[in-house]
């Protein structure tokens, strides 16, 4: 937590960890950002094409996005292992 | 406010130790440490709770005109036959997996949902008419990589078991490579769905880990804030944020994540007993 106020001390070391792990999952996130946006207007088109196919396309809906969400996670791990290790 | 007094503050808070598992009851198998700690306790509660929510719903008191309890059991086969087992698990083999698939589903979704009710789980104490009790807090077992790995190692063995009973050895990893490759590209191709294979394993429970942890650590840092900057001025902003958090990951997240490791798991086991598609 000290980490936090480490730019009041002039410890710049962790100040410039904590820049890198929040730029990293901020990119991972807007990486993320657009992939599920794609998926729920993908999803929308569809469904407004076709409504009769809501039922099965839903499944496949929710896979897309936690499959694609899950590349957030994805930065937030390497992001907070750079930050312990380094 | 001072700057002191902030990082005075935030010594004294150590959001961290929420994620510390110290043992409870010391168990060492030689260099296998098997204690019991928070998260086992965590586990025994979620399978207890999936056991008696599976006899409650549909061990009895089955009738044609169904209860509320009933038609809840039924609309959850439904989810899982319908979505899950169905289109992913080739028919021959639903007899078998199903279950598996199921329960999985289940026992993921209570251990999720589980670590959002808070409980009186900890090694931490605070007195109370001058009795000890262990403070209240939520925490999900499935917020540890060791939970999450060894259910995606289940799913992980039985893939390939399956694999190689249906298709035998040879049939099922000549299947790993796709159709039409040219013989130079094979040292190319050979490697890399090897590698995929195990990276199914990576991906299948890290999903699930940093998204019950990114979920709890949202909420924990929102509420961190506040001790951190030790005004009640952040509240204002801390806590409906937090709580904003809290009914996201409970109405959406929690559901999903149990879903889509039941999903792949199908997907998975379906793939490898009929390699063909």
């Known amino acids: ?86 | 406010m001072s700057f002191a007094l902030i990082l005075a503050a935030a010594e004294d808070f150590q959001p961290q130790h929420e994620f510390e598992l110290p043992a409870w009851v010391p168990i060492h198998l030689g260099p296998i440490d098997m204690s019991i700690n928070k998260a086992v306790v965590y586990l025994w509660v979620g399978a207890l709770v999936t056991i008696f929510l599976g006899i409650w719903i549909m061990r009895f008191g089955l009738s044609l005109r169904p209860s509320r309890r009933q038609t809840t059991g039924e609309s959850l086969y439904e989810l899982i036959q319908g979505q899950i087992a169905e289109g992913n698990l080739p028919s021959k083999a639903i007899g078998r997996w199903f279950p598996y698939v199921a329960s999985l589903f289940l026992f993921i979704w209570i251990l999720n949902l589980v670590g959002f009710v808070p409980l009186p789980i900890s090694s931490e104490k605070f007195e109370l008419f001058g009795l000890e009790l262990p403070t209240w807090g939520i925490y999900a077992a499935t917020a540890n990589l060791s939970v999450t790995l060894g259910l995606a190692l289940i799913t992980f063995i039985a893939t390939h078991v399956e694999g190689i009973r249906y298709n035998g050895a040879v049939r099922y990893f000549k299947s790993w490579i796709p159709a039409g490759v040219p013989k130079p590209l094979l040292g190319l191709i050979v490697p890399l769905e090897v590698i995929s294979q195990f990276m199914r394993l990576i991906s299948l429970s890290v999903r699930l880990f940093a998204n019950m942890l990114a979920g709890h650590m949202l909420i924990l840092v929102m509420i961190g804030l506040i001790f951190i900057f030790s005004s009640y001025a952040i509240a204002v902003i801390a806590i409906p944020v937090a709580v904003a958090v809290y009914i996201f990951e409970v109405a959406i997240v929690v559901t999903i994540q149990a879903f889509v490791f039941a999903l792949l798991s199908a997907i998975y086991i379906g793939g490898a007993i009929e390699p063909e598609h």
Do not use: H
């Not at chain 1, 001390?9 to 657009?34: E, H, Q, R």
């Open chain 1, 1 to 86: 937590m000290t980490t936090l106020f480490a730019a009041l001390d002039g410890n710049v070391a962790d100040l410039g960890k904590a820049i890198a792990f929040g730029v990293g999952v901020g990119l991972g996130a807007v990486g993320a950002g657009i992939g599920i946006g794609n998926i729920f207007g993908s999803m929308i088109q569809a469904v407004a094409r076709q409504p009769e196919l809501r039922g099965e396309l839903t499944g496949i809906q929710w896979l897309g996005f936690a499959l694609t969400e899950a590349v957030v996670f994805y930065a937030l791990l390497g992001g907070l292992l750079a930050y312990v290790l380094v």
